[in-house]
């Protein structure tokens, strides 16, 4: 059977507001980042498995368990469900600790390599999206093509960079089309 692509998101900083210095803990402290609800339709229309790949060492830290976690998750499915009609076609998380020495903790690529056997992912024509280095340290090592979300002027080993999931969507498809709003109006920017 063809091997599919597969996109590879990141989820703190890139779906959610990224809480700095803390962990989202439950459901009344994640905070959607709008550009998922175009974005992640767009990519299902393009052909991509969409899959979260998240360090949660808040659990490790015992500031939150695993049930948590998948009660947050489930919750956010639900919303992108109801808000774009999609949601993730798969969720990967590391609970471990920095010190661990697993190889799902990003900069690894475990949870990436993870996805892919689960999936039928084709690496090379697969994406890490992410707006720390280390989820595109963790791309390298899976090898896979890599995006980084991250200020003009950021230094990356990323492939491309863009500001925004949306700026770093349009430069993804950049090279072979163009990107279509709802009603099928083209677009060449933001919408
Ligand atoms: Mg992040
Ligand atoms: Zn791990």
Redesign the pocket.
């Known amino acids: 059977m063809r091997k599919k692509k597969g996109i590879f998101l990141d989820r703190d900083g890139v779906v959610n507001r990224r809480r700095v210095g803390d962990y989202v803990k439950m459901w009344e402290e994640f905070e959607f980042l709008p550009d998922i609800f175009d974005v992640l339709p767009k990519m299902h229309e393009a052909g991509y498995v969409v899959i979260l790949v998240t360090n949660q060492r808040g659990i490790a830290l015992q500031l939150m368990t695993e049930d948590d976690l998948s009660a947050i998750h489930e919750a956010m499915q639900g919303e992108l469900a109801r808000r774009s009609g999609h949601k993730f076609d798969g969720i990967f998380y ?3 600790d920095n010190d ?1 020495g ?4 990003k900069p690894r690529g ?1 949870m990436i390599l993870q996805g892919a056997e689960e999936f039928n992912l084709e690496l090379k024509e697969s994406w890490m999206i992410g707006d720390s280095e280390t989820d595109i340290e963790a791309g390298i090592e899976a090898k896979c093509k890599t995006a980084r979300i991250a200020e003009e002027g950021t230094p990356t080993k990323g492939m491309i960079r863009g500001s925004d999931l949306y700026e770093v969507w349009t430069s993804i498809v950049g090279g072979r089309g163009v990107i279509q709003d709802s009603k099928g109006k083209i677009q060449n920017g933001r919408m």
Do not use: A, Q, V
Request: with cysteine.
């Open positions: 590391c609970p471990h661990s697993c190889d799902c903790r475990g």
